[in-house]
């Protein structure tokens, strides 16, 4: 009789840091979601909910640039606020992964995202699963 107490008993502290986990990790997915400043000066906002986030370009700095990289010729000319950059599905409690298109060269890599804290992620790109570079984004 006290080992199915003491099982009971057990099962119900598992549950309960479980039940008690779940609004830590939906408060890390909100963070995500907001307008983001990268080292280069762009401005993106992450929109999304609990299964994906997407990634669009608000403004960068030079006004003139162009989407001139984009494999697709018809949009070439277009401005880049309004491109979107990524669509990740969730990875884990405060990462994210799934395509990253990059203006820069038109090319679309593996993305990740993931949740460094209340005011920084940082964003990874890569070819081939080894080949990475990263940006760590703060809060706008």
Do not use: E, H
Request: proline share 3%.
């Amino acid at each position: 009789m006290n080992k199915i107490i003491a099982r009971l008993t057990a099962m119900a502290a598992l549950l309960s840091v479980g039940l008690l986990s779940q609004p830590v990790l939906a408060d890390m997915a909100a963070k995500a979601v907001g307008t983001w400043k990268t080292p280069t000066g762009s401005v993106i906002r992450i929109t999304g909910g609990k299964g994906s986030i997407t990634g669009t370009i608000v403004s960068v700095r030079d006004k003139s640039r162009r989407d001139s990289f984009n494999p697709n010729k018809k949009l070439r000319n277009r401005k880049l606020p309004g491109v979107r950059i990524f669509r990740l599905s969730r990875s884990g409690s405060d990462s994210w992964k799934g395509s990253l298109y990059n203006t820069k060269d038109g090319k679309t890599y593996t993305g990740y995202v993931k949740v460094l804290g209340a005011n920084r992620i940082k964003l990874s790109g890569c070819a081939f699963g080894v080949f990475c570079k990263s940006q760590v984004w703060s809060r706008k």
